[in-house]
């Protein structure tokens, strides 16, 4: 099946410990995004990549870091320089850095303890 | 930079009744791309329907189908004969037509859409 999939599913944290969700797709896609989800809102963009070896900053990027090595893969590090890492985290791709439709993994839920 | 607002945090409709969610946005661009997100308990987004800018028709999906405004900057999302299966976060979403602009989703607060049997 062709899909976007995150791993892993449920995630904890202590506080001062850096974490790598990941984000996979074989949908040949060439974009991929990171955005994160707070309760009662909508999604913020952390990271987004058009190609393979390059990605550029969303809106709420600070505490966190990312690679693309390769067209599939696009795993989200959460630093400890995050200061509120709780949240829901969505990972997307598109075709291509047109416009074109976001499809959305089923998401990681980042708790820090 | 654009907004997307959503008015309605919650809705609820009779099952098979029709229920309308309301979207406004602002932006200075003629050229955009507006979409229907469904985030049921799974917290998955499903894409619903997306409408260009530039058409002037309605898109529709099945029962799904957009009342889209641009002058009034306007983008309601209609679901006909509601089903249990279709209770969920409903998010509208503003996307640029730029490449620099392209780049994120704009999402609105979200409406939470309950169907009642």
């Known amino acids: 099946d062709g899909g976007i999939t995150q791993s892993p599913k449920y995630l904890f944290r202590k506080e001062g410990q850096n974490v790598t969700l990941s984000c996979e797709q074989n949908?040949?896609?060439?974009?991929m995004y990171w955005y994160r989800q707070d309760p009662g809102q909508g999604l913020r963009l952390i990271y987004y990549?058009?190609?393979?070896?390059?990605?550029q900053k969303g809106d709420i990027a600070e505490g966190y870091s990312v690679s693309r090595e390769k067209k599939e893969s696009f795993p989200l590090t959460v630093t400890s320089a995050q200061k509120n890492p709780t949240a829901f985290y969505l990972c997307?791709?598109?075709?291509?850095?047109?416009?074109?439709?976001?499809?959305f993994g089923p998401g990681t839920r980042l708790t820090v303890l | 930079a654009q907004t997307v607002t959503q008015s309605q945090p919650e809705m609820s409709v009779q099952e098979a009744e029709t229920v309308t969610l309301s979207c406004t946005y602002d932006?200075?661009?003629?050229?955009?791309?507006l979409f229907w997100y469904k985030q049921p308990p799974s917290r998955q987004m499903i894409l619903v329907i997306r409408?260009?800018?530039?058409?002037?028709q309605n898109a529709t999906e099945n029962r799904f189908s957009v009342n889209f405004q641009k002058a009034a900057k306007s983008f309601s999302l209609k679901i006909s004969d509601s089903q249990l299966g279709d209770a969920a976060m409903y998010f509208c979403?503003?996307?640029?037509?730029?490449?620099?602009?392209?780049?994120?989703?704009?999402f609105g607060q979200g409406t939470r859409l309950t169907i009642n049997p």
């Open positions: 997307a791709s598109s075709i291509s850095r047109s416009p074109d439709t976001q499809y």
């Open positions: 949908l040949n896609h060439d974009a």
């Open positions: 990549s058009q190609i393979v070896n390059d990605f």
């Open positions: 932006t200075s661009e003629s050229d955009y791309y």
């Open positions: 409408q260009e800018a530039y058409k002037q």
């Open positions: 979403a503003y996307r640029s037509s730029t490449i620099q602009g392209a780049q994120k989703l704009v």
